[in-house]
């Protein structure tokens, strides 16, 4: 048995070797991709183009208007004169925030009211939107709080500053919000899963197509060991797949690892053989490549939606979030992200361990049972 498992891993090696496309697709484009992903890929948003019309023009809403422009993420892209040019400038798409000061501001501020202004944002980009409102939110709040103290010293000179409530954040684990450290991980997770796919899925399929199937399957080799041969080579070729795009993430990004490897490595091969269960089931279920691949299309992309990459899972439907638990993704992220920033080992991440080794036993054994099935 162990006999003709090797030598079947042996032909699937000397087959890759054999073509430099396929070893060319194995490492150029997994890198470039995770170089675009990490820099294009962000939650942060700057230089968001920016209107101001100042109905006031005082000392406080030219003040206003300056820490707005002072400020890394808006840059003010047009100073209207009446309303009409805050809606022409949304509507042509030239501001996506527009900061409205009305008349009377500073008088409100003088007396200690409540000030009029308004924040007008385009919402056909409702991410970016609800991004740039919360930069605009901080920066009016500090703002607000500097003008009531430079109020209370001014009316009540002899007096205190009245107390004052301040949140003082402690982030944990990524002290700077960089979304890089969020991202790049997630981005090896996403590439493993669609290169490991795409190799397994047409494994099978391809032996089909040029007739070698029929060959390998009069010779005394069992279902069992044909998937096992195919299984270890792309198991091998995923591990190093991962460990080059972690490697080059992390290093060209100064990604931290502060977690254990031995745990990460663990994590990974577990989530490898899911991968490959997942790819060998689709080479046993499909008679073409043409079919592998437009399979492939409907499988990953759902895993990447459901993985909690982008979106969180516990803000999607009851029946997605059921979903989610037989997508290995959705694991394998926290155990990545639980390695590399947290640094916690099998203590707190077995739970998820154990459900990508129970979903890797589960799709081996049904690529088994289907490949056995095609054949009679």
Not at 98 to 111: M, N, P, Q, S, Y
Request: aromatic share 10%; with cysteine.
């Amino acid at each position: 048995m162990l006999g003709r498992i090797a030598s079947l891993v042996l032909k699937e090696f000397l087959q890759l070797l054999r073509d430099p496309q396929a070893r060319f697709r194995l490492v150029i484009p997994p890198l470039i991709q995770v170089i675009i992903f990490g820099y294009a890929a962000t939650f942060e948003v700057y230089h968001v183009s920016t209107a101001v019309l100042d109905l006031d023009h005082s000392q406080e809403s030219r003040e206003l208007i300056a820490r707005f422009a002072d400020s890394r993420r808006f840059d003010i892209v047009e100073t209207a004169r009446t309303p009409a040019d805050i809606r022409t400038a949304i509507d042509r798409s030239d501001a996506v925030v527009a900061i409205v000061i009305e008349a009377g501001f500073a008088e409100e501020l003088r007396k200690g009211a409540s000030a009029p202004a308004q924040v007008i944002v385009d919402g056909t980009n409702s991410n970016t939107a609800l991004i740039a409102l919360g930069y605009v939110g901080q920066i009016v709040s500090a703002y607000a709080q500097d003008m009531a103290q430079d109020l209370s010293r001014r009316l009540h000179p002899a007096q205190p500053p009245p107390p004052t409530v301040t949140l003082e954040q402690r982030p944990w684990y990524n002290p700077d919000y960089n979304s890089r450290w969020f991202f790049v991980p997630g981005v090896i997770a996403t590439l493993t899963l669609v290169m490991v796919v795409n190799l397994t899925s047409f494994a099978i399929v391809r032996e089909r197509e040029v007739g070698t199937l029929e060959q390998i399957m009069v010779t005394p080799i069992r279902p069992l060991e044909f998937i096992l041969g195919k299984t270890i080579p792309f198991f091998c070729v995923g591990l190093a797949l991962t460990a080059l795009i972690a490697g080059v993430g992390t290093l060209w990004f100064e990604i931290p690892f502060v977690g254990n490897p031995l745990v990460l490595l663990l994590g990974t091969s577990l989530y490898l053989l899911s991968v490959l269960g997942i790819g060998l089931l689709i080479s046993t279920v499909c008679l073409t490549q043409q079919q592998a691949f437009a399979t492939n299309f409907f499988v990953v992309n759902p895993a990447f939606i459901l993985s909690g990459f982008s979106f969180p899972i516990f803000t999607m439907p009851v029946f997605m979030q059921w979903l989610s638990t037989i997508n290995p993704m959705s694991y394998y992220l926290i155990v990545i992200r639980g390695t590399f920033l947290k640094g916690v080992g099998l203590s707190v991440l077995w739970p998820q361990m154990l459900a990508l080794a129970a979903l890797g036993v589960v799709l081996l054994a049904a690529s088994v049972l289907r490949f056995r099935k095609s054949l009679d």
